[in-house]
T-cell receptor, first 115, second 115 residues
Framework: KNQVEQSPQSLIILEGKNCTLQ??????????LRWYKQDTGRGPVSLTI?????NTKSNGRYTATLDADTKQSSLHITASQLSDSASYIC??????????????FGQGTILTVHP | KAGVTQTPRYLIKTRGQQVTLSCSPI?????VSWYQQTPGQGLQFLFE???????NKGNFPGRFSGRQFSNSRSEMNVSTLELGDSALYLC??????????????FGPGTRLLVL
């Protein structure tokens, strides 16, 4: 069964600190892995899309890593800001399909940044 | 360029009623997908439309239906509402037919409360 597991479920950090969110997946066949940020009451916004051949990808203070051998990904947030408070969702499409119906979503990690 | 818009943003209905939600994709985008998001189940795929054709459907009962118009705008309908249908309904658009490496752009969602 295709699954995406995220940890921790929630995380509280102080402004300016770094943090790392984890995503383990068992989706097969694998095409790519996406990280989304969802602010409360709003739709998800794409942060990164990582393909099989990419190990690291950065988007400003966000850095995603991918280990296709161990089927793990992490999202590292540097120098956190209050605006980073959100839910971070890991999403893996099943390459056995060609449409968005094959997306498997993680439950998300709720990050809270305190001043 | 305007983003994905969804109307209405908030809706309160009672059990047994039906509801229609609307989604206008980003100009030029031809693919529209719908998702249900609840605290317990997270994000779940409902349907995907491309060029007025339903390409894929998630594991939801027949009470959930949708359609896409020639201008790519999409609607979803839920008939005989149940309490468990209370959720945030998200619409996402992308340029083409759900290429696995395409970015989806989400709307703000419609929050439906069924009493």
């Amino acid at each position: 069964k295709n699954q995406v597991e995220q940890s921790p479920q929630s995380l509280i950090i102080l402004e300016g600190k770094n943090c790392t969110l984890q995503c383990n997946y068992t989706v097969s066949p694998f095409s790519n892995l996406r990280w989304y940020k969802q602010d409360t009451g709003r739709g998800p916004v794409s942060l990164t899309i990582m393909t099989f051949s990419e190990n690291t990808k950065s988007n400003g203070r966000y850095t995603a890593t991918l280990d296709a051998d161990t089927k793990q990904s992490s999202l590292h947030i540097t120098a956190s800001q209050l605006s980073d408070s959100a839910s971070y969702i890991c999403v893996v499409p099943n390459a056995g399909g060609t449409s968005y119906g094959k997306l498997t979503f993680g439950q998300g990690t709720i990050l809270t940044v305190h001043p | 360029k305007a983003g994905v818009t969804q109307t209405p943003r908030y809706l309160i209905k009672t059990r047994g009623q039906q509801v229609t939600l609307s989604c206008s994709p980003i100009s030029g985008h031809r693919s529209v997908s719908w998702y249900q998001q609840t605290p317990g189940q997270g994000l779940q795929f409902l349907f995907e439309y491309f060029s007025e054709t339903q390409r894929n459907k998630g594991n939801f009962p027949g009470r959930f239906s949708g359609r896409q118009f020639s201008n790519s705008r999409s609607e979803m309908n839920v008939s005989t509402l149940e309490l468990g249908d209370s959720a945030l309904y998200l619409c996402a658009s992308s340029l083409a037919a759900g290429g696995l490496q395409e970015t989806q752009y989400f709307g703000p969602g419609t929050r439906l409360l069924v009493l």
